[in-house]
């Protein structure tokens, strides 16, 4: 039985002797009550790629269609790439994880495809109080659900990662975490139960500190991890970490790569060559006791491209694919090949070996996408218009040229694949995917129509009330890692888990929730500890003028005592 009742708003002219007078002629005040328990059941969310996004990967299948993997607010899905002239039969869209009536049970913040049909996540681990950790997925059907065992994670008990700074590329992962560590994971060993993981040093071998991290950028063959980070006078540097893999263990070499004279950002490793932009050739028009390069306020921003090189003899700029061609012609007939070496990386004297590639303008450039052989490809800004460009030898020996390849108009975001075949851009919500190759890149410039992953329509499905216990156990986590105190305050950190735990189940709305992480962080006695939340919805849907009517009616029973 449900029990109800109207609200009418009353003057004066109605009440008379304390009675009330012509009632019929009321109107009820239109209040919208929602019950708690709306607020628990499943709630399907429509995807919106820049603001659920967390991460992307692309991968070319065996029968020839591109995949892509999305990790959309703790989900991730594997969808085809399509194009509008392609063919309608695609394969179907995936959802990786977690399961059916599982979404909030388990937060998935990044992935990458190790084959089409297995994939690396880093997720967190509700059995270990919500600690990041490692896991193998299979595309083939959705993880962490109801009816199938939980996935046991190759790696667990991790600090908090830095999830923009993952790099993987070759069986190999590195990451950051909240105590400044790099650290690097083998997977050529999970299959059969071992775990390379090693913590990187702290200092390179020029004596720099190796921390404030700002990226990191694996070599594809695994050999090689570009760290980017911030010198002692907080100019930004690179320091290149040699791996090698001996006695089931990974021994480091540090070695600086670029001056701390200036700043080094965005590292791209090709295959013996490393690129990035950097700061070193501006100088201010402001005359300064303290140099040309004190940041005044005319100080300059542009940046310029550098190339350093691994190898004794690298491969600097541009093969022509056409050349390419001929050759596998004249070896297709007989000509006999001659046996590439293995590549031997020179990393002596590396901060002394860089230059710039004067062939490209410096200007306002935003991002490498691709740095090879054959072809420089870049995001910049010219004309306050975004742009990618490319610069490849048109004729052999000759100086590389300038194509303006697409404008990057109403363009949100822009990245690079994993195996770095492929990068892709965010616009008018749609993941735009293209080939890192010259062919594709010139049919660009042609206006040929990109590929695009395959979202539409596409939707999160979320249970509030296990969202809420994950939040919770975010919540306490954060804290457990980024609390100035490592021994907060004193107080037994694992123990308040527990302690409120009980009240998160109880919790029939984010107001709730809220009011559990305030108790909950009110234990560390810190001034400087706040809880911000956003709820789906208010308890009550009604406008400001029905709120105040119905404040006025109780300032007016007020009154009358």
């Keep these: 039985m449900r029990v109800g009742a109207d609200l009418f708003f009353l003057k004066k002219d109605h009440i008379v002797n304390q009675h009330l007078i012509d009632i019929e002629s009321l109107a009820p005040i239109r209040i919208n009550v929602r019950s708690d328990f709306n607020n628990l059941q499943e709630r399907i969310i429509p995807v919106n790629l820049l603001r659920h996004m967390t991460s992307v990967d692309v991968i070319n299948t065996q029968y020839g269609q591109i995949n892509s993997l999305l990790t959309l607010r703790g989900q991730l899905f594997s969808v085809p790439t399509i194009s509008d002239a392609s063919s309608p039969y695609q394969s179907r869209r995936r959802k990786v994880g977690p399961g059916s009536r599982m979404g909030g049970f388990t937060r998935i913040l990044w992935s990458g495809y190790v084959t089409p049909d297995l994939v690396l996540a880093l997720a967190t681990d509700h059995s270990n109080m919500g600690s990041h950790a490692w896991y193998l997925l299979e595309t083939s059907g959705p993880s962490f659900s109801v009816a199938e065992p939980e996935p046991t994670p190759i790696l667990t008990n991790i600090t908090s990662v830095y999830v923009e700074m993952i790099a993987f590329c070759n069986l190999l992962v590195a990451w950051t975490d909240t105590d400044g560590d790099v650290h690097v994971m083998d997977l050529q060993e999970v299959v059969n139960g071992t775990v390379l993981h090693s913590v990187l040093p702290k200092v390179n071998n020029l004596g720099s500190p190796v921390a404030a991290i700002y990226g990191l950028e694996l070599h594809v063959n695994g050999d090689l991890l570009a760290i980017t980070h911030a010198a002692k006078n907080s100019f930004v540097i690179v320091t290149l970490a040699k791996l090698t893999k001996s006695d089931g263990d990974i021994e480091?070499?540090?070695?600086?790569?670029?001056?701390?004279?200036?700043?080094?950002?965005?590292?791209?490793?090709?295959?013996d060559?490393?690129?990035f932009f950097s700061d070193q050739d501006i100088v201010n028009d402001v005359s300064s006791p303290w140099g040309t390069r004190a940041p005044m306020p005319h100080f300059e921003k542009p940046l310029s491209v550098y190339a350093l090189p691994l190898t004794s003899n690298p491969d600097l700029m541009v093969t022509i694919p056409e050349l390419n061609k001929n050759l596998a012609e004249e070896n297709a007939e007989g000509t006999e090949l001659v046996e590439t070496s293995p590549l031997v990386f020179e990393l002596s004297n590396l901060v002394q070996r860089s230059y710039r590639l004067s062939f490209i303008p410096s200007g306002n450039h935003f991002k490498i996408l691709t740095a090879n052989s054959g072809l420089i490809l870049l995001g910049t800004v010219q004309g306050g218009n975004a742009m990618i460009i490319a610069w490849f030898e048109k004729i052999p020996g000759?100086?590389?040229?300038?194509?303006?390849?697409?404008?990057?108009?109403?363009?949100?975001y822009a990245g690079v694949t994993n195996n770095r075949a492929y990068f892709y851009l965010i616009k008018n919500d749609k993941l735009f995917v293209y080939e890192n190759s010259l062919e594709e890149v010139m049919q660009l410039s042609e206006g040929i129509q990109p590929y695009y992953a395959h979202t539409a329509n596409l939707a999160l499905h979320i249970q509030p009330q296990l969202e809420y216990m994950q939040m919770?156990?975010?919540?306490?986590?954060?804290?457990r890692d980024y609390f100035y105190?490592?021994?907060m305050h004193g107080v037994d950190w694992p123990n308040i888990f527990y302690r409120y735990l009980p009240l998160v189940k109880r919790c029939a709305k984010r107001e709730d929730l809220d009011d559990v992480l305030r108790y909950m962080s009110s234990e560390l006695s810190a001034l400087h500890v706040f809880v911000y939340g956003k709820s789906f919805g208010g308890v009550f849907d009604v406008c400001r003028s029905l709120i105040i009517e119905v404040l006025t009616i109780l300032l007016f029973f007020d009154e009358r005592g």
């Design 398 to 412: 000759s100086l590389p040229i300038e194509v303006p390849i697409v404008s990057l108009d109403g363009v949100e």
């Design 252 to 271: 480091v070499d540090m070695v600086q790569a670029t001056s701390d004279n200036y700043n080094s950002v965005d590292v791209f490793l090709s295959e």
């Design 472 to 479: 919770y156990t975010d919540a306490w986590r954060l804290l």
């Design 273 to 275: 060559t490393m690129y």
């Design 485 to 487: 105190d490592k021994n």
